[in-house]
């Protein structure tokens, strides 16, 4: 059975970091391109990083360029997203998904770990 | 970046009902759009991909169609696990990005 399991959420300062892993299960992880999507309370979904199964490329939303880094550790089966400079508008869940094989739809999804960015 | 709006925002229907559920794009992305589901509290499901092709495991009831700027989701006779949000994705360029959601609720 295919699980991702999103950690390393919670509450941070506006300008803080934080850093969420996906640990993935159930399929060759390092066959797959992986992404990170987000959403608000209430409201819709946000892409906001992807990258492609070795590592070697990444893209990000204009709205997270420069704070956040896209990264994975194939020996681990885990991805991850060092957010920097975090601001209110980051609160948000964050998901975990893996590619639609080759194209960039989402396929398999994590639970999602909850980020607030608050004083 | 590619604007995806999705109308409309909310529709009541009924069980048993067919419904079509509108995607358009602000520019050509040709088919490159898919459809997901999402329930209160988890994560969104991938329905139809490529604009028409379903995803594994989907039912038959739920149609995908269009080309070029103008989309549609369709599902044939609600049923009652179908009241969710729904929401539109093209792959065409980066950012990958969404449309807002439709609501579908019970009447």
């Known amino acids: 059975e295919v699980q991702l399991v999103e950690s390393g959420g919670g509450l941070v300062q506006p300008g803080g970091s934080l850093r969420l892993s996906c640990t993935a299960s159930?399929?060759?992880?390092?066959?797959?391109?992986m992404s990170w999507v987000r959403q608000a309370p209430g409201k819709g979904l946000e892409w906001v990083a992807a990258?492609?199964?070795?590592?070697?490329?990444?893209y990000y939303a204009d709205s997270v360029k420069g704070r956040f880094t896209i990264s994975r550790d194939n020996s681990k089966n885990t991805l991850y997203v060092q957010m920097n400079s975090l601001r209110a508008e980051d609160t948000a869940v964050y998901y975990c998904?893996?590619?639609?094989?080759?194209?960039?739809?989402?396929?398999?999804w994590g639970q999602g770990t909850l980020v607030t960015v608050s004083s | 970046e590619i604007v995806l709006t999705q109308s409309p925002a909310t529709l009541s229907l009924s069980p048993g009902e067919r419904v079509t559920l509108s995607c358009r794009a602000s520019?050509?992305?040709?088919?490159?759009l898919a459809w997901y589901q999402q329930k209160p509290g988890q994560a969104p499901r991938l329905l139809i991909y490529?604009?028409?092709n379903r995803a594994t495991g989907i039912p038959a009831r739920f149609t995908g169609g269009g080309s070029g700027t103008d989309f549609t989701l369709t599902i044939s006779s609600l049923e009652p696990e179908d009241f969710a949000l729904y929401y539109c994705?093209?792959?065409?360029?980066?950012?990958?990005?969404f449309g807002q959601g439709t609501r579908l609720a019970i009447k």
């Open positions: 998904a893996s590619r639609y094989g080759g194209i960039w739809y989402f396929e398999f």
């Open positions: 159930g399929f060759t992880f390092s066959t797959y391109a």
């Open positions: 990258t492609t199964d070795s590592g070697a490329s990444t």
């Open positions: 520019q050509n992305i040709n088919s490159y």
């Open positions: 490529d604009a028409s």
């Open positions: 994705q093209q792959r065409k360029s980066w950012p990958i990005t």
